[in-house]
């Protein structure tokens, strides 16, 4: 019994050893939409949304107005994007799955609403969405009830809501 002890407690601290050897901590820095970064960015949003997102266009709308970029290490941990500065619409605001916890969709909104001072900020987000959560907590509030707003981009057995809220952060 005592030799099975000891190759548990060995295996153990080796994988011990090796899990903390393998997850080093990094910081998570914030930046501007760039190019190298769409492959990744593409990747995530079709995780998070649906398959065909693409972002290339905010390359050229003032993005960094309205991109961030959460990168850890080399990898895209969150994305958030406005249509534009003029509109302060945000289109997408992704977090990578595993990392919902890090604050990164907070850092992110908080983030695009301080380079949008003195502009509503407005956005559609399906009714059974954790993300309400975020956008209470930033004083965003209901304007209107969308039936059927995510009909087109859902697939069939998502468990998302087709419905939507359109919500209004007041700056002005």
Same mark, same amino acid.
């Given at each position: 019994?005592?030799?099975?002890?000891?190759?548990?407690?060995?295996?153990?601290?080796?994988?011990?050893?090796?899990?903390?050897?393998?997850?080093?901590?990094?910081?998570?820095?914030?930046? *501007?939409?760039?190019? =190298? +970064? /769409?492959?990744?960015?593409?990747?995530?949003?079709?995780? @998070?949304?649906?398959?065909?997102? %693409?972002?290339?266009?905010?390359?050229?709308?003032?993005?960094?107005?309205?991109?961030?970029?959460?990168?850890?290490?080399?990898?895209?941990?969150?994305?958030?994007?406005?249509?534009?500065?003029?509109?302060?619409?945000?289109?997408?605001?992704?977090?990578?799955?595993?990392?919902?916890?890090?604050?990164?969709? *907070?850092?992110?909104? =908080? +983030? /695009?609403?301080?380079?949008?001072?003195?502009?509503?900020? @407005?956005?559609?987000?399906?009714? %059974?969405?954790?993300?309400?959560?975020?956008?209470?907590?930033?004083?965003?509030?209901?304007?209107?009830?969308?039936?059927?707003?995510?009909?087109?981009?859902?697939?069939?057995?998502?468990?998302?809501?087709?419905?939507?809220?359109?919500?209004?952060?007041?700056?002005?």
């Amino acid at each position: 019994m005592s030799d099975i002890r000891q190759h548990h407690a060995l295996s153990w601290y080796v994988c011990f050893f090796h899990l903390r050897k393998a997850t080093s901590t990094a910081p998570i820095y914030y930046e *501007t939409l760039q190019a =190298h +970064h /769409l492959p990744q960015v593409h990747d995530l949003l079709s995780r @998070t949304f649906w398959s065909g997102i %693409n972002v290339t266009d905010s390359l050229d709308h003032f993005p960094e107005r309205c991109t961030v970029v959460a990168v850890y290490k080399r990898l895209i941990v969150g994305v958030a994007i406005m249509s534009s500065p003029q509109e302060a619409y945000i289109t997408y605001l992704a977090v990578r799955a595993g990392w919902e916890n890090a604050k990164i969709a *907070t850092r992110m909104l =908080h +983030h /695009l609403i301080e380079l949008n001072p003195h502009t509503d900020v @407005t956005l559609h987000v399906s009714v %059974n969405n954790p993300a309400m959560l975020l956008y209470n907590r930033f004083g965003f509030k209901a304007e209107e009830f969308i039936a059927g707003f995510y009909e087109h981009f859902l697939d069939p057995l998502s468990r998302l809501s087709r419905n939507a809220f359109k919500l209004r952060l007041r700056q002005q």
